[in-house]
Structure formats: structure tokens, C-alpha cells
């Protein structure tokens, strides 16, 4: 097989002579891989350019055994638009041919071949066009083959190699005349972005773009239509994972996600189309790329309709977007309207349609390819090719080609003029427009590879020798190829980007006809990234202007955030509240943002709103609460204190010094007063009079009480033998100044507190909410330390001596009344120390208060209540010898 392939390269460079003019090409003598060589349209010229198309779709079946000679049988199954394809490429070539600007006094010829849509074929094919058939093999005659046909046919003429071949149907092929064959090859439906590579393919030139820019438009218009959850059904060849590829590419970081990824496989087409269709079904996602061809496409459509899938919107690759066979089949019609697709562009031909509707074989007598278009579309046999009388007896393979014995002749009167036919159909030209640039792309390059610019130019001999038309070297017209840069007489700029062209493609749109069929209707355009798209002119597959929601988690409204499910694709994700102080004012957050420390967040958190202060005021229930406790308790504080001076001069007023018992009447009172303070907007003064006063007041009600309860350790003391003179230290003089004294050291404090770093009134912004506490903060802790720190040492030592005179002989001990003032006293301050600290905002300064009040009450009912109670209501017992008792 090696050796018959290198027989096979070994032919390229060697031609052989044909008549000048329009004539079929039937010279048959050693064919390679059973290809008809007769098969083929040529036209001699100045230069001649080589064609390969893919006219028929079914091959002969023959060996592909190069030690066996097959016999020959013709391809079959003539298509319509490949057909169209050939003569555009001769409409242009005419074109050039009569152009005075373009390769002036250089004739254009052509050598078109059949490659029957097998790669082989396309491979034999282009072989006999740089190297044709015949070459110093056994003579036909060795071989048993009758090769002539009478002298009406002459050698072909000259050694005139091809510097250009326009073909390749697919990117395999394609790869095919680039890897084995010399001349350039210029594609005009290859869209492998493979090929772009120059180093691989350096011989090769395109009009058709890579499939990676039709790709990244179907990802601009997912991205468009905010389409976020799609599925993908692709062919499972390099053409669609090459698409899948390009498409998560262009989508990454645009939260567009695949909802699953079916291939399909043409050799078990019907058994794929069937599970790619219950996959569709099963899916969430609304919106479907499908990348693959057109035949593939069919058979997934007619499994989509048994099921009755009729709501999914699908995007279209250039493969099956305009497909005549999918738009006409009533069967899948339902499934498929709403298409939006990707086509090659297509751009009008002017004369292109007269040219095609004057094609007549009466006209062109030697034109096979239009023969057997006319006889499968009119059923009628044309006049007979006019050869020579064959010189074999025995019919020889054109002649079994030629001969339509079941046909009747036609009539002459047979014209495509007025026939709708897709031959003939000009009104969106795509792939014929693309061989149509490619012709004169290769004109332009062949002008200016003959202009000689730098005819006269003083370089080497080789660089100023001018190119032959007979002459023409493959690598120099690449050169020129490369520097191609032109105006199409359509008005279009074209030149070459390495092996591409810029990328251009027509977006369209499946939409219903009355008939029941389909339409396509162009909406829009792809010029190269750029994105030109109608909207209001796509009919989606709801059948409304409505565009169609594919997303697998509603998009996040604003106030709450995305939160990523576990396990699954980016796009499906739940969405999260925002936190208190947080929020998110647009559609789909990743997170949300904290507000600043003077904001909160509103219900609705979707924005930052000024938060209102907050303080204990004398209008809330609290603040209410707290303030009748205060006024009640200076109530009773003040009626005691008119008791005791109703009652004065009774021995209970008057034991153990009433000063003193006035003075802590009085300090008791500023107790439940100083409360007040603490209640209502906090102000300057306010915060620096409220720790003075209530530091002030308990200092001297705890003073008070230590006096009286050392009179009254001194009295008993002093009636012991020889302590007489005790009492003469604790006068009332030297209670007044102790008093006086311990008072003093507090005011000094709080005076020093006060002037160095005094309480000011700030917002309480740690602690969360809307609502922000305003209070007095303590700039300086040491020094509230040191106010709350003097009261609980003067409570202490105030508790200890109580409990120490607690059990002194006499009938009504003051002291004990004294102790469990002092143990409620401290018991309510160090509870509170917790309760304030743990307390938030306003609810800390209410604990301050309600200690205040807590130990100023126990104060007023543990030490005046049993004396109130006697004087007022046991008024035996308020005397002398009661009091005195032992």
C-alpha cells in the first residue's frame, strides 16, 4: 500500500495534453483507487486553475486495492448546490477573463474535478490534476483496457503545472491537498482551526472562517440573552469538541454554564439522537447548542418530536443552520422553529442568476456535469456529446456513461428560465459566494505575482526575473497570496490573516410559515468579534417576541447574595439573605457589603440607611418605670425624714446622734435624685454630672452609716472600767468631720477624673441594629475604677465593723440594722459589675440606675423602717428605758 501510494506522488508534475477550449475530459487510461478519470470540465488557459468539488454523494463501490484494477463505475447522486458551487467559480473566472483591470491579457483557465465525497476520491482526484492519469505505466492495451476514443481525441499539451487548486468540500480533505500535493490549495468551506496553523499547512488559504469565531458568537449571544444554563449536543468528532471547547472559553467568568454535553455518532446515529433526546427532555436547561450536521441534526429533531419536546430554544452551527431539508420537513417543523443559528454569510453575485437560468446543454455540448442535471431534473436525454465513432468495438466505460436508452431525447424547448429551483435559487448565496471570493482572491494574488513591480529594480537575477504564466512557481504565488489585499466587486474588503480571512457570518432565524414550513429570515450579522443583532425581528420557539429563560437558579434578587451548592455547576447556587448590616443592591452578588459604622441596613437590605440614636429617655416605658421608682423613692425618703422631725426629740430620733441620721436622710435622697441624671439624652454635662453626683451621694450615705456604727462600738467600749475617755474622740464634732472627710477624698477623685479625661456622650456604633445607643462613654475606666472602688471600700469596712457590734447588749442595736443595709448594699454592687457589662446600649445605663435605686431603697427600708414602725405605730417602745433595756 506504501509503495502504490509513492507510485501514486510520483505522478504529481506530469500532465497530459487535452484539446483547447470547454471539453469533458475522458481520457482514460490508469486510474488510481478506481476514481473515473474522465470525470471532469476543463477550459485551457494562460494559467489554469484546478477545482475540486464534492458533486456527487454516492461512490462506486470498487477496491481500494492498488494491485487490483477495478472496474469502472460512475459516482451518482448528483447534488444540486455543490453544482451551483462549480459555476460560480466559472462565472467568476469569466468575469476576470473580461475584466481590463484584473489580469489584463492573461486568459484564466479551468480543470474541475468530482471528488464523490470520499477522502480517498478527493485525494485521487487532486493527484490527476497536478499530475494527471497517465504517466509511463503499462499501455492500456497490456491491461485489456480499450483507452481511446478515435481520433477526435488529442494528447493533452505541455508539462503546464496547476498553481492553485480551489477545493477541499471538508477540513479533512482539505488537509489532504495541503499535506501531499505541491500547488496551494484555497478552501472555501474548511473551517478547522487547525489549518490556521502555517506551520502545518503553509500552502494554504481559506474563505470560509474558523470554526472558533462562529463558536465565540454562539457564546456572545448566550451571554446576551442572560441564557446562563445550557445543554450541548455536538458531534463527537474534533468539529464538536473543538466547539464545546471554544464555547466554555468564551463564557468562563460570565456564569454561563453546560447543563450536560451529548455526542452523536454517524454510525450509530438513531440509537445517539435517542439518548441525546431524553437527555433534553430530562433537563432543566431551555436553551440547546447543537454543533453538529445537518443529518445528524434530522434524526435528533424526529426523536425530539416522538416525545413531543417542543419548548426548547436551540442555537444553531453554520452545519445545519440553513439547511433546505430541515426548514422543509413538516415532521420536525414544530420542534424546530425559533432556530437561532449561525450561517456563512452570504453576500449577492450580480449576473449570477441570469448566468445560471442560460446554462443549456444544447450550449455547452461537452458539459457532463450539466448533462446529468438536465436529465434527473427535466427526465430527458440531451443530444449526444459529439465525439468520434469509438474505435473499440465493445462499449467502453464513458460510453456505458453516456448511453440513456430508458430517457427520451428532449425536446429542445427545455430552459431553466422561470424555474424555482434551488440550482437556479440566488437569493442567499453562502457557500457559492465563498468560491466566488476565492476565485478572485487567486486572481488578485496571480496580478500581482505578473504585475513585475520591480521589473527594472537593480536586484539579483533571480529576485528580478519576472514569473511566466507557463511558468508560475507555487511558493511565489504564496508570497503574493499572503500580501493579497483587495475590493471584491460586491464592495467587501478581503485579505488574508495567515490562512484566514476576516470572520464574517449571517445570524438567522427559523420562524413559521402559513404553509406550516419553515423560513429563514436573517437577524442580525458577525463581523468578526462584533455582534450585530435585530431583536425585535427573532421569533423564538415560544412563538412569542418573549426571549426564552434558560438558567438553572433564578439570578439573586438584590438584598441577598449567591451561595454555591455543593457539587454542582457555579450556575445553580440558592440564594442567601444578607446578614443585619449588610446588603446587595444589584441583581446576582456574589456577596454582600457591610454598611459603615454610621449606617444599617434597611428591611429590604439593598441599601445603607443613617442610623437614630437611641438613649433612655423619660417617654419610654422603661425610662418611665425607672423615673416613678426614683420619685417614689425620694418620696418616702423625704416623709421619713418629716417623721424624724416631728419626732426629734424621742429617744429613738435622738439615739445614736440624729445629725447623722438627718445626714443620711439626705445623702439617701440625692441617691434616688442622682438617678434621674442618668436618664435622657446624654449631653457634655450631663455625662460628667451624673458619676460626680452618684460617686458623691454614696460616699457620703456609706460615711454616714460607718460613723454611726463606730459611735456605736465606742459607746459600749467606753463603758468598760477605764475606757471613759473613749467617747471623747467620737464627739458629735469629730463625726461631723469624718463624714466630712471621707467625702472629701471622693469629690477630690471625681474632681480629678472630671478635669483629666471626663465621660463624653458618644454613639454606641459595636453594637448591631438600626438603632445606635448614644451614652456617656468613659474615656478613662481608671478613674470610674477608682469612684466605684472608694464606695466598695468604705462598704466594706462600713459591713465588717456592723458586723462586729451586731451583738452588742441592747434592745434596739443599730448595728444590726446596719449590717443588713450594708450586705443587700454590696450584694446589688457586685451583681451589677456582670449585669453592666454584659448589658447593650440603653439597658446598661437602665442596670446602673436600677442599682442606684436597688441599694438606696435598701438602705432607706433596712435602717429607717423598723425606727418608722416604732415611732409611728409601737410608740411605748420609743422610750429611754426600752431602748436601754439591760
Not at 336 to 365: H, Q, T, W
Not at 375 to 403: I, V
Not at 610 to 625: A, H, K, M, V, Y
Amino acid at each position: 500500500m506504501i509503495a502504490s501510494s509513492l507510485l501514486i506522488v510520483g505522478l504529481v508534475g506530469r500532465q497530459l495534453g487535452l484539446r483547447v477550449g470547454l471539453q469533458l475530459v475522458q481520457t482514460v487510461t490508469c486510474s488510481r483507487w478506481g476514481t473515473p478519470s474522465n470525470q471532469g470540465l476543463f477550459q485551457d488557459g494562460d494559467v489554469v486553475i484546478g477545482g475540486l468539488f464534492s458533486l456527487h454523494y454516492k461512490p462506486p463501490a470498487t477496491a481500494h486495492d492498488f494491485t487490483q484494477l477495478p472496474q469502472y463505475k460512475p459516482c451518482t447522486g448528483l447534488e444540486n448546490l455543490p453544482l451551483q458551487y462549480i459555476y460560480a467559480m466559472m462565472f467568476a473566472l469569466e468575469e476576470i477573463n473580461h475584466s481590463t483591470t484584473l489580469l489584463p491579457g492573461v486568459k484564466l483557465g479551468y480543470h474541475i474535478r468530482d471528488s464523490c465525497a470520499l477522502h480517498p476520491w478527493a485525494m485521487q482526484a487532486a493527484l490527476s490534476l497536478v499530475g494527471g492519469d497517465s504517466a509511463s505505466c503499462t499501455s492500456a492495451a497490456q491491461l485489456g483496457y480499450s483507452a481511446g476514443y478515435g481520433e477526435g481525441i488529442e494528447e493533452r499539451r505541455g508539462d503546464q503545472p496547476l498553481p492553485l487548486i480551489i477545493g477541499g468540500a471538508s477540513s479533512i480533505a482539505a488537509k489532504i491537498l495541503c499535506r501531499i500535493l505541491g500547488p496551494l490549495s484555497m478552501s472555501y468551506t474548511s473551517s478547522c482551526p487547525c489549518l490556521s496553523d502555517r506551520r502545518q499547512f503553509p500552502n494554504f488559504f481559506r474563505t470560509m472562517p474558523s470554526d472558533i469565531y462562529q463558536a465565540r458568537a454562539i457564546a456572545q449571544l448566550a451571554i446576551h440573552f442572560n441564557w446562563t444554563w445550557i445543554g450541548a449536543v455536538v458531534a463527537n468528532n474534533d468539529y464538536g469538541h473543538m466547539a464545546v471547547k471554544i464555547f466554555q472559553e468564551e463564557t468562563q467568568g460570565k456564569d454561563v454554564c453546560l447543563a450536560f454535553i451529548e455526542t452523536l455518532q454517524r454510525e450509530k446515529i438513531v440509537s445517539d439522537a435517542r439518548r441525546a433526546a431524553l437527555t433534553i427532555q430530562a433537563s432543566t436547561a431551555r436553551v440547546i447548542l447543537i454543533f453538529t450536521w445537518y443529518t445528524d441534526v434530522r434524526e435528533l429533531l424526529v426523536q425530539l418530536a416522538k416525545i413531543n419536546v417542543t419548548d426548547r430554544q436551540f442555537l444553531a452551527s453554520e452545519a445545519w443552520s440553513t439547511s433546505d431539508n430541515l426548514l422543509q420537513n413538516l415532521v420536525t417543523s414544530k420542534v424546530a422553529r425559533g432556530v437561532l443559528g449561525v450561517a456563512i454569510r452570504s453576500s449577492p453575485i450580480p449576473g449570477f442568476e441570469n448566468y445560471l437560468r442560460s446554462l443549456n446543454p444544447s450550449r455547452r455540448p461537452n458539459d457532463e456535469f450539466l448533462r446529468e442535471f438536465w436529465e434527473k431534473e427535466f427526465g430527458c436525454s440531451p443530444g449526444a456529446t459529439p465525439l468520434s465513432s469509438y474505435a473499440s468495438s465493445s462499449p467502453s466505460p464513458a460510453n456505458r456513461l453516456l448511453q440513456k436508452a430508458s430517457l427520451p431525447p428532449c425536446s429542445g424547448t427545455e430552459s431553466l428560465e422561470g424555474v424555482k429551483h434551488p440550482f437556479t435559487d440566488t437569493s442567499q448565496l453562502r457557500v457559492a459566494y465563498n468560491v466566488y471570493l476565492a476565485v478572485y482572491a487567486a486572481a488578485h494574488g496571480l496580478h500581482s505575482l505578473l504585475s513585475c513591480p520591480n521589473r527594472d529594480s537593480p536586484l539579483d537575477n533571480n529576485s528580478s526575473t519576472c514569473s511566466s504564466p507557463k511558468h508560475i512557481k507555487p511558493i511565489e504565488l504564496l508570497q503574493h497570496l499572503n500580501k493579497v489585499n483587495f475590493t471584491t466587486p460586491q464592495g467587501e474588503l478581503l485579505y488574508f490573516q495567515g490562512a484566514d480571512i476576516r470572520a464574517k457570518y449571517d445570524l438567522v432565524n427559523w420562524q413559521n410559515t402559513p404553509e406550516g414550513s419553515l423560513k429563514l429570515v436573517l437577524i442580525g450579522r458577525v463581523d468578526g468579534f462584533d455582534l450585530h443583532l435585530n431583536e425585535s425581528a427573532i421569533q423564538w420557539s415560544t412563538g412569542s417576541n418573549q426571549v426564552p429563560v434558560s438558567v438553572c437558579s433564578e439570578s439573586c434578587t438584590p438584598g441577598t447574595r449567591k451561595a454555591n451548592r455543593k457539587g454542582e455547576p457555579l450556575c445553580c447556587f440558592d440564594c442567601i439573605p444578607c446578614a443585619e448590616g449588610e446588603i446587595s443592591n444589584k441583581t446576582g452578588s456574589l456577596h454582600c457589603d457591610r454598611c459603615p459604622s454610621e449606617f444599617w441596613s434597611n428591611v429590604e437590605q439593598t441599601a445603607c440607611i443613617s442610623r437614630q440614636l437611641d438613649f433612655l429617655s423619660f417617654n419610654e416605658t422603661l425610662g418611665i418605670t425607672l423615673t416613678t421608682a426614683a420619685v417614689s423613692g425620694v418620696t418616702v425618703t423625704t416623709a421619713v425624714f418629716v417623721v424624724f422631725i416631728c419626732y426629734r426629740q424621742t429617744p429613738m430620733v435622738r439615739a445614736n446622734n440624729s445629725e447623722l441620721s438627718f445626714l443620711l436622710l439626705l445623702s439617701l435622697k440625692l441617691c434616688f435624685l442622682c438617678s434621674l441624671v442618668f436618664i435622657g439624652r446624654p449631653s457634655v454635662w450631663s455625662c460628667r454630672f451624673q458619676q460626680a453626683a452618684f460617686g458623691i451621694s454614696f460616699v457620703l450615705c456609706v460615711s454616714c452609716l460607718q460613723v454611726k456604727t463606730i459611735v456605736v462600738l465606742a459607746a459600749f467600749r467606753s463603758a468598760r472600767p477605764g475606757a471613759e475617755a473613749l467617747m471623747k474622740w467620737f464627739g458629735p464634732g469629730q463625726q461631723r468631720g469624718s463624714v466630712c472627710l471621707f467625702t472629701c477624698i471622693q469629690v477630690i477623685i471625681c474632681i480629678i477624673w472630671l478635669s483629666l479625661s471626663p465621660p463624653v456622650p458618644q454613639a454606641d456604633l459595636d453594637i448591631p441594629g438600626l438603632q445606635v445607643t448614644l451614652k456617656c462613654a468613659m474615656a478613662s475606666v481608671v478613674g470610674f475604677s477608682l469612684v466605684l472602688g472608694y464606695i466598695g471600700l468604705l462598704a466594706c469596712t462600713c459591713l465588717l465593723l456592723a458586723f462586729l457590734a451586731r451583738k452588742l447588749p441592747d434592745n434596739f442595736n443599730e448595728a444590726k440594722l446596719i449590717t443588713f443595709s450594708m450586705l443587700i448594699f454590696c450584694a446589688v454592687w457586685v451583681a451589677f459589675v456582670p449585669a453592666y457589662v454584659s448589658s447593650p446600649g440603653k439597658y446598661a445605663v437602665a442596670v446602673e440606675i436600677f442599682a442606684i435605686l436597688a441599694s438606696s431603697y435598701g438602705l432607706l427600708i433596712c435602717i429607717f423602717a423598723p425606727k418608722c414602725f416604732i415611732i409611728l405605730l409601737r410608740p411605748e417602745k420609743n422610750s429611754k428605758k426600752h431602748l436601754m433595756g439591760r
